[in-house]
């Protein structure tokens, strides 16, 4: 069964940068899309970014737009999220999704498999 394992959370002030990384461990990781995900206690799991597995296409929630970059290397079963200019409102647990197809999605419940999330705080 696939596997996604995140790194690269931590602890960071406010206007520093973090990068993550998620790895799979699925055999047609190219062709399907990838997507990041965070959540904090008591809400629901937000979206915050996704790249096709169809032409590489891009899309970001309103929140990070400008600020983070979400990007793919298929050669090693990777996709990174780069995060600039931080805030204490990033402050999340942040989750790597895998679809089972190439086509994007900013839905939670399109994704079929999770990485066990890595931890982001931001400090004012």
């Known amino acids: 069964q696939e596997q996604l394992v995140e790194s690269g959370g931590g602890l960071v002030q406010a206007g520093g940068s973090l990068r993550l990384s998620c790895v799979s461990s699925g055999r047609t990781f190219s062709s399907r899309a990838m997507g990041w995900f965070r959540q904090v206690p008591g809400k629901e799991r937000d979206f915050v970014a996704t790249v096709s597995g169809v032409d590489g296409s891009k899309y970001y929630a309103d929140s990070v737009k400008g600020r983070f970059t979400i990007s793919r290397d298929n050669t090693k079963n990777a996709v990174y999220l780069q995060m600039n200019l931080l805030k204490p409102e990033d402050t999340a647990v942040y989750y790597c999704?895998?679809?089972?197809?190439?086509?994007?999605?900013?839905?939670?419940?399109?994704?079929?498999?999770w990485g066990q999330g890595t931890q982001v705080i931001v400090s004012s």
């Open positions: 999704a895998a679809r089972t197809q190439g086509f994007s999605a900013s839905t939670s419940n399109a994704y079929a498999v």
